[in-house]
């Protein structure tokens, strides 16, 4: 097996005030309203609603890559997400959804993400990442990376 290497990373520093990394130019920035749904019963959006934020977010980047990214024998599949609630997002609010390439495997993509305040960039909600591995849904076993994949996030392994 070959070793993996990162196309993007997002850099070390990290600001005093919310402990979250400072990041690189964003792949993809989605624009996303917060519905009044979304609110529970302490008038702020429910912790769950951050991962179908960050589902959006990943679904419009994935709308806009050329070429073909999913067919009958590669599907991409949620592995893992990591997110770090900084704070509460309370309605109404427009929330701009940054993500970032940190990692192309050999079948799979680790996406950055950063959840902020659409009018006040220092506004910072949530971040973490997801990976994503293709695999083939027949047999379950991961396929290698769609090339299409592989260039929108801007690089090979």
Request: with cysteine.
């Amino acid at each position: 097996m070959s070793p993996r290497k990162s196309t993007r990373k997002a850099e070390a520093d990290v600001p005093a005030e919310t402990g979250a990394p400072v990041v690189s130019a964003p792949l993809f920035t989605a624009s996303l309203p917060v519905r009044w749904r979304d609110l529970d019963a302490f008038n702020h959006v429910n912790n769950s609603n951050y991962l179908t934020y960050l589902e959006e977010a990943r679904l419009q980047w994935l709308s806009h890559v050329p070429g073909p990214w999913f067919d009958d024998h590669a599907m991409p599949v949620m592995a893992a997400v990591q997110l770090n609630y900084r704070r509460p997002i309370e309605w109404p609010a427009q929330l701009r959804v940054e993500l970032y390439c940190e990692r192309l495997g050999n079948s799979s993509m680790t996406i950055g993400h950063r959840i902020l305040d659409a009018e006040h960039a220092d506004r910072l909600y949530g971040d973490g990442h997801v990976v994503m591995v293709w695999m083939d849904p027949a047999s379950g076993k991961p396929v290698a990376l769609p090339e299409a994949i592989r260039e929108a996030a801007g690089g090979h392994p």
